[in-house]
């Protein structure tokens, strides 16, 4: 069972967040992450992949990186946005050299 009286006392949005993010052990802030850049990636795709894929990963590591910072995500998750990012930006300026 799940403890409701929390669910009660929370008078903001936040707190919502905060109560339905700690039921589901952190889970929920992780999928609305990954889902945010999986959108922003069909938004973006009327430029090149990689120029969508960057600007995605890059937006979802300091969106990420804030929620971290608020306690409401792991820190598992800018790190991997981060990396997609770097690998990213690192693929385009080695294909663009050519």
């Given amino acids: 069972m799940y403890n409701l009286t929390e669910l009660q006392e929370a008078t903001t949005v936040s707190g919502i967040f905060t109560y339905a993010n700690t039921n589901t052990s952190g889970m929920l802030m992780g999928f609305l992450m990954v889902s945010i850049f999986f959108i ?14 960057l600007a995605s990963s890059f937006s979802c590591f300091i969106l990420s990186l804030i929620l971290s910072y608020g306690g409401m995500l792991n820190f598992i998750y800018p790190l991997s946005f981060l990396l997609i990012a ?13």
Avoid at 86 to 98: C, D, H, L, N, P
């Fill in 86 to 98: 770097a690998f990213t930006g690192f693929y385009i300026y080695v294909s663009r050299r050519r």
């Fill in 40 to 53: 922003m990636l069909m938004i973006l795709k009327r430029y090149s992949f990689e120029d969508a894929m």
